[in-house]
């Protein structure tokens, strides 16, 4: 089964930027889909945005023009560039990608807080 990691999180004024990463054990060409989630204290965890192998991308409503994934396959690795972070974004972000037998996989997960 592939492990995934995830790095890139932290502390951001409202208005900065992050990129998260999320890199795999194996090459992600192997991999159908890639998305990251988050969950906020208290919340549910609710996609942010997807990708298909095939290079389908959907995103949640509420980062839409502001977050951007995208993958790097000679990094074996799936990132989340974060625009215009709002304290809202506040959340635990983390990977889930799924191989080719349909095999789902999560990673630790990466603090991201928003706050002046």
């Known amino acids: 089964q592939v492990q995934v990691v995830e790095s890139g999180g932290g502390l951001v004024q409202p208005g900065g930027s992050l990129r998260l990463s999320c890199t795999a054990s194996?090459?992600?060409?192997?991999?159908?889909?890639t998305a990251w989630y988050r969950q906020a204290p208290g919340k549910q965890r609710e996609l942010v945005a997807s990708?298909?192998?095939?290079?389908?991308?959907r995103y949640a409503e509420f980062v839409k023009g502001r977050f951007t994934i995208s993958r790097e396959d000679a990094e074996n690795s799936v990132y989340l560039q974060m625009n215009d972070l709002k304290s809202e974004d506040t959340a635990v972000y983390y990977c889930?990608?799924?191989?080719?037998?349909?095999?789902?996989?999560w990673g630790q997960g990466t603090q991201v807080t928003v706050s002046s």
């Open positions: 889930n990608v799924v191989d080719s037998r349909g095999q789902g996989s």
């Open positions: 194996r090459s992600i060409l192997s991999l159908t889909y």
């Open positions: 990708l298909t192998r095939g290079g389908t991308t």
